[in-house]
């Protein structure tokens, strides 16, 4: 299935080109609109709620992959305001069960071809993604995903510390640390893109097909008769649909309350910072399971931290000093002459996670109610292909072989996905 | 004040001038060598010396100077020495200091980034998303050149890490900010006998009053002297309350505090302080004005003005242009007409107005809204003021714009131990001021328990006219180089709401964090909607940190806890290997591991076992304990029996093993594995307190009570015969799996099991710590004849392995369920109850899990890495391998691993890819021993 | 950093704690289903309200305890021992 | 060597690395380096520790009222601290742990309430802190308030101290100087050694050897 055969037919009122970033700058042209303002209709074919990667990214390939284009995606607040607009950004598919692998990589392939697909720069910079390991069990981990990775086809490697300090040379890769390292995963075509300009970009795209993008609009309940989707009442008045996607995160428990669902999703805060600009040093994406840390540079050379999440769950994105005191203290542990730049600012998203660190996709009891939750610190990097997938779930009503692990009833059934082995910080 | 006389850029001595005369210090400056004074900024000592350009401006390259004079300066950024992105206009003058401009490649004079200023139109915000985009190959040389252009200084890879620091402090009542308000609350606060913590950002007391008239100074004496008679005030300059968080968890950072530890000077350190309440008196920020030109040097805030010319005793130009709407640029101009300043004002209060500055490096025309165009060298505008609310909007504040007064207020969403005091609250006297900080702090007090609270006097709301913009486009954000026409298209592509502009175009997200830019960002989003309440624009969030704080400080000294075991000494002395095990180091082996593996089997050799978790368990119910924790029987164990036991959780995932004896008729020893202990205690612990509270046991961790060392070896018999007294250790008087107290070394209270996790004869002895180093030299000076030698984890971890003995969390993961682990043989699915019972009752009745085998490549010279993955066909995973040694003992390579349960028949051939993608097979074995399968080696 | 009130040791930062979860009673393993069980131990509420947890007080009394917390606001309005410690006192009271 | 072996003569030992001069009193090996800075901190692992378990409202209670959070001075040098809801700790001179968990056991040996005595003078390490500076390096350390109103002389607490849990009880000295004993986990005493050492750096802390 071509994921951009619709797409390439359609025609932006302005095309995003070098050539027309001159013409508009000698002509002093406005832009238009990257994405318009609807009034709410009556009805729509799909109500997706949540206007972040996901939600979007499903309407888009609704749009593009199956022509359906009678589509509303609601929120609360601001196109890409949540986990799409507070993660850092990382792209890998280096996971540890076929499954996880399949799936992340069909993630990467798309977001390698999404800057063309989208005609907006992403800025997907592939410098390579390291998961540094500081004992025998978590370099074993490293192992058993390497060679997983390899039987899928991943480029991924587990390496010693002589050629991690090749890659990053502010490494302290002497052994008398307190947390030595032994080795990394190495996996070259892990990244970093710039979030914001994926939200935006499946936002312009998803509006020029005819799908209706409503911010400021939040869902306050969802009607069901005999256990079937038949509406969506917002702030902006109600909506008859029979089809509703939830594509909300960390309030996902919420929108299935509406419903009558629960779900095994915990709600934690997962918090990030930035540092002040500094000259560009880092050149690949760092992770370090046992210190809770990853860290990555960007263009604008700023560094950009994330961690675990919260110890216990919330829905406050209001930010912790431990969270940064701990942090410091375990980056300087990786490279201790960065101990003088300065942290510019933290911030907090919320996530949904679930007891085996893998998401729920597909359909619930309730029909016509779809979820595409419990995306944990790990859902933006799966944000093209879970909507490419929900959006084949939606069209055809058939559950996608690449999600058909991730469903609901694994839990009643005992049959969760083995993701544990390398979640933890991952990311 | 006494009119001065002027030589050069520096003023004649004058009160309230913070330099010490008598103290000058040389320091060098983009290459070049400066003089200065103690108490000069590093920007004020410049300025002085004739330097306008600090630096240039993030995308355009633009020339930049003072601007706010402050540590916000997004102009005055500069590398010091190793340290990157030092705030110049704030940080004070050192002897020697090595300061260089950032962002200025080649050079600060000469910088071709500059032609960027040509390109400026194509650079409009976001151009970067809508080019390089095909050919996507091109992309990441497009990134390389992107990254050329990041902004800040430089970090080196083996910069000196400098002393960081931190301490705790709990206070009744801190207060964020030193000017008058400020130190009235404190003092008031003290007054109520509450504990004080008084934090201001800059070197002195004072905040505006510094830099203001004579009745300013004396003001200021007074207070400054009112606030050192308390004792219970502790003030802290240079330093900032960088945030407030959940309960008044308030961080403050202290730069440079002054102290030095072991000759190391502290760079920063951070103060976690837990205080009753927190008032807020941060005051005003000048706000700049947005206008064509507004970005050029020797364009400046009145404050900046006032702070050169009465701080630092500078001269910031000969001719100036005052654009002023309030009371301190009329101060400013005064000030500057009092050192000689040549000032034209342009009084906004009669609609008089700026349209645009003019000039290269320096500002030389500027242009009224009259069209009258005046030459100078100096810019002055006082067009208002943003209201320092960060601290405010962390407590749960939104802040709400006053068209009025022209600025944000707080409002009453505030939390209760939050209080605001002074200018944040409104406009006043010093003296209306000073009261309205004292209720704030005797409030404050009152909140905290002292005294009682006191109403504040209402502050007026002073007129003040709504300058945001002129009739041109300027710079908004002066870090991100983001100018109001940026904001205007943005807005028009649809990126409408201020949380978009700000992502589309990074206003207010550089290194200043919109302290200066925040409030002219909203005024000029309001612009672009057409409405005139700021309010339905809404302010975007202020996050934490207030100012940014250094990694370092944030990190502190890093204590990491770390174990030792009472042999320590002797391993390092025997050239041990260290193995960080968790918390614990470890000898992971003496030197050859394969060696000791070799002398263990032949005669006898010992390993420091400490680390094994320990519970002593007393009462009569400790069985039923036993039963729940444990998936096999534990109802009738004898007096000095020991007991192997296997815990699943309550999901039936294997969670931990040990063995479990009993000493006593109500006396039990459970060890666990090192790294389960302290998840196994908190698990009974779970258990006893939340379902069986009416059980009597009575737990106690005693892991490190004891030094722990494993005796094995067939000689293990004869070498405790040696040391141990008040035991009879025949085969048939101490037999294997049971349990004895006895005297070692003459070290009474100790207690050994014989048990086999290595497969030999063996002992495990445990003695009371202290003389664990006295008892394990015993035993190698009685067994020396014996041959005994010391053997680490990696011999037992090869031992355990001929042995078959599987390791949880290595040959168990995350979904590992108790009969996938070949445990079917020790669960007892007929006990009423046991943690994790359901589960295993149903996988009991599946076939559809991966089984726990031993197996052995058919090439026994080939030892596949740990992890490999046992396959079919070209991708299938139909296992892997969880443990694989090389044998010294069977001279050949052994495996443990998980396989389908198909492939889990003794004799199957499995294919195994090893990392470098070679496929090699593997014969599943019988059982999962490679070595003495029936285990009579542990029997003798 | 919160402060957690605990029941024996007073209010300490909540970094001293361990949050065990949403407090939940065990089926009968003798009776339970594979639905019941499982959703005992996976299933949540979840909600964005005043919740009931067990809190774990690592670093101080090493004693469970129940408390009332709200998860926007992460404010603590009650915490008590737990349930089956409630029962017996009540019980050996009466 | 051959031979029958010759059995060293037993010296018990603190996990701390015992700072020079070092000699064997009452069979410890221990430091008698003497101190007379304003800061000082001690190695105590030589004091005997005798924990005891009982029903937080039973015999044994009645018989020792120091409540959980609160330790008191008895005859014969000893200090019992209320260290958990229902349990005690009791730090006595050196050598006398069998003597004192006797006694112990036999004080309400026929109340037929369930008591556990326990002897861990081997699992803990025990430090004193002592100056009028031990507030400034423990506030580097631990988040308690050590303000006389929260923690008065005699307070004991058990809290993160260095990322480590550690149980600490205020014990001033006779002449009034501000005191801390800090007690942790055996295998840990180095670290929390370390610790009050770097802590204690900015006031000069000076090592002395435990009261002889």
Known sequence: MSTNGLGRRTKYPAKYSAFSLIKHGLTKADWPQAWRKHELKSSYDVVIVGAGVHGLATAYYLATNHGITNVAILDKGYVGGGGSGRNTAIVRSNYLTPEGVRFYDRSVKLYE??????????????????????????????????????????????????????????????????????????????????????????????????????????????????????????????????????????????????????????????????????????????????????????????????????????????????????????????????????????????????????????????????????????????????????????????TPENIASFDLARFPEGRLVGEKGAAAVGH | MSTAVTTGRRLAPQAGEVIDRRAPLSFRWDGKTYTGFVGDTIVSALVASGVDVFSRSFKYKRPRGVLSATFHDPGCTVQVGDEPNVRAAHRRLAAGMEVSPENVWPSLKFDVGAANQLLGRFLSSGFYYKTFIKPQRLWPAYQQILGRFAAGGVTAADAEHGYFDKRYIHVDVCVAGGGPAGMAAAVAAAES?????????????????????????????????????????????????????????????????????QGHAIHERLCKVRAGSLVVAAGLIERPYVFAGNDLPGVMLSTAVRRLVNLHAVRPGDNAVVFTANADGDACAQDLRRIGVGVTVVDARTDANIRRAEGGKRVKTVELADGRRVDCDLLVTAVGWTAATPLLNMAGDRPQYDATAARFFPTDRLAANVVVAGALAGDGSTSELVAHGAAAGATAAARAGHGSEVPAPALARVPHPELYRSTTHGIVDFSEDVSSKDMFSAKKEGYDSIELVKRYTTVTMGPSQGKLESANAVAIMAEAHGVSDFNEIGTTVWRPPYVPITLGALGGRGFENTRFSPMQ???????????????????????????????????????????????????????????????????????????????????????DDGVTGRLGENHYIMTTTSSGAATVWEWTENWLQTEHPDWQIHV???????????????????????????????????????????????????????????????????????????????????????????????????MRLEKGHFIVAQDTDGLTLGFGADLGWCIKLDKDDFAGKPELVWQSRRDDYQRLVGMQPVDPTIVPAEASQIVEGTKKIVGRVTSSRMSPTLGRSICLGFVEPRLATPGTIVTCQLPDRRRVPLKVIEGLAHFDPDGARMRI | MIQVPCPWCGPRNSMEFRAVGESKSRPDVSTTTPEQWRHYLYTKSNLADWVTETWYHRAGCRRYFAVERHTVTNDIRESRLPAAQLRRQSDSGS | MSGPPIAPIPVARSPIVATPPVEVVAGWEVSTHRSTAALRVSDLTWLCKVAVKADANGAFTARHPTTFGSARRLPGDLIEIGSDPGGWLTIGPVGDAAALVERLTDEVADAGEMVSVIDLTHGRALLRLTGPDSVGALAKLCAIDLADAVTPNLAAFRSSVGSLVTDVVRDDLVDGTLSYLLHCERSSGQHLFSCLVDAGAEYGIDIAGPPI
């Not at chain 2, 407030?244 to 308030?250: A, K, Q, T, V």
């Not at chain 2, 304990?625 to 164990?637: M, P, T």
Request: glycine share 10%; net charge negative.
């Open chain 2, 700 to 798: 106690t961790p005693v892991t490190t009570g004891y030094a722990s060392m494993n005796v094995a070896g067939p000689k293990s018999r004869e070498l405790l015969g040696r040391v141990v007294s008040g035991v009879d250790l025949a085969n048939d008087a101490f037999p294997y799996m049971h349990v004895r107290t006895a005297t070692v070394a003459d070290i009474a209270g100790c207690f050994m099991w014989r048990i086999g996790f290595t497969g030999e004869l063996s002992y495990e002895i445990h003695v009371p710590a202290a003389y664990g180093l006295h008892v394990w030299e015993a035993l190698f000076d009685a067994g020396f004849d014996l041959g005994v030698v010391p053997f680490g984890v990696e011999a037992q971890r090869i």
């Open chain 2, 193 to 261: 006998g509450a504990s004080v913590l008084l934090v201001d950002e800059e070197y002195e007391l004072g905040g505006h009053l510094r830099y203001g008239g004579d009745a300013d100074l004396a003001a200021l004496a007074e207070l400054r002297a009112e606030v050192a008679v308390h004792e219970s005030i502790e003030v802290m300059t240079n330093a900032a309350v960088t945030g407030r968080y959940d309960m008044n968890w308030i961080a403050v950072v202290q730069r440079q505090p002054g102290i030095s530890v």
């Open chain 2, 569 to 655: 000494p002797w391993h390092e002395q025997h050239n041990a290997k260290p193995l960080v095990a968790g918390d614990w180091i470890r000898p992971e082996h003496y030197g050859d591991p394969a060696a000791e593996v070799a002398n263990v089997r032949r005669s006898v050799g010992i390993i420091d076992v400490t680390p094994l978790g320990k519970l002593d368990l007393r009462g009569p119910d400790v069985p039923k304990l036993l039963n729940l924790l444990y998936v096999n029987k534990w109802s009738r164990l004898p007096i000095g029996a020991v007991r192997y036991g296997v815990m699943c959780a309550e999901d039936g995932v294997v969670m």
């Open chain 1, 113 to 398: 071809g999404l800057a063309a697909d989208l005609n907006f720069n992403i800025m997907f910079g592939q410098m390579g993604h390291l998961t540094l390991a500081h004992n025998d069990s978590s370099l074993r981990t490293m192992r058993w995903r390497a060679e997983v990775n390899k039987l899928e086809g991943i480029d991924s490697e587990v390496i010693g510390p002589d050629d991690i300090k090749k890659l990053v040379p502010y490494m302290d890769t002497s052994e008398n640390t307190r947390y030595p390292i032994l080795g990394a995963l190495y996996h070259p075509p892990g990244g970093t893109v710039r979030h914001d300009a994926v939200n935006w970009g499946y936002a312009r795209g998803a509006d020029v097909r005819g799908c209706e993008i409503h911010q400021q609009t939040e869902v306050q309940s969802i009607e069901t008769v005999d256990d079937r989707v038949v509406a969506v009442d917002t702030s902006r008045g109600r909506i008859a649909t029979s089809t509703v996607v939830n594509c909300t995160a960390g309030w996902a428990s919420l929108i299935n309350a509406m419903v009558g669902l629960k779900m095994p999703l915990v709600t934690h805060p997962l918090q990030a910072a930035v540092t002040e600009p500094v000259k560009k040093f880092l050149n690949a994406v760092v992770v370090s399971g046992s210190l809770h840390v990853y860290v990555s540079q960007t263009d604008r050379g700023e560094l950009v931290f994330g961690a675990s999440t919260d110890p216990y769950p919330s829905y406050s994105m209001r930010g912790s000093l431990a969270f940064t005191e701990e942090l410091a203290g375990h980056v300087l542990e990786l490279m201790p002459g960065i101990a003088k730049m300065r942290l510019l600012r933290q911030w907090a998203g919320l996530c949904d996670m679930t007891p085996d660190f893998s998401p729920i996709m597909g359909i619930t009891p309730v029909k016509g109610f779809l979820v595409d939750v419990g995306w944990g610190t790990y859902g933006f990097k799966a944000g093209p292909v879970s909507g490419e997938s929900m959006a084949q779930l939606v069209a055809t009503g058939i």
